[in-house]
């Protein structure tokens, strides 16, 4: 994350990416969306939106569920970021009212 966010080496970050893509277990809930959490970094601070991986909302529950809230919401940020960027404001408009109407109490 540090690579992307910073703009210090974006090849970098995407080397450690793949890399750790290998290494994540997918079926603990909380690796998962930290490998989503730095895709998504990854893509929405180089520009690379397009290579996103699609919104889990299973994933984002079950990390709500064990309180990852600051996470989620930079998650959710820079997915949204990223919907913006592309012109898709509908989509971006009706994640953030489903996310609102869901968990609103957070």
Do not use: P
């Amino acid at each position: 994350g540090v690579f992307s966010f910073s703009g210090l080496s974006f090849w970098l970050s995407k080397k450690f990416l793949v890399y750790g893509e290998r290494l994540i277990d997918k079926t603990n809930c909380k690796e998962l969306f930290d490998y989503y959490l730095f895709q998504t970094l990854h893509n929405s601070t180089s520009g690379n939106w397009d290579d996103n991986l699609e919104y889990d909302e299973d994933l984002i529950n079950e990390n709500i569920k064990i309180g990852r809230f600051a996470d989620i919401f930079t998650y959710i940020l820079h997915y949204v970021n990223g919907n913006i960027y592309q012109g898709e404001f509908n989509a971006a408009e009706q994640l953030l009212k489903k996310m609102f109407q869901q968990h609103g109490q957070l």
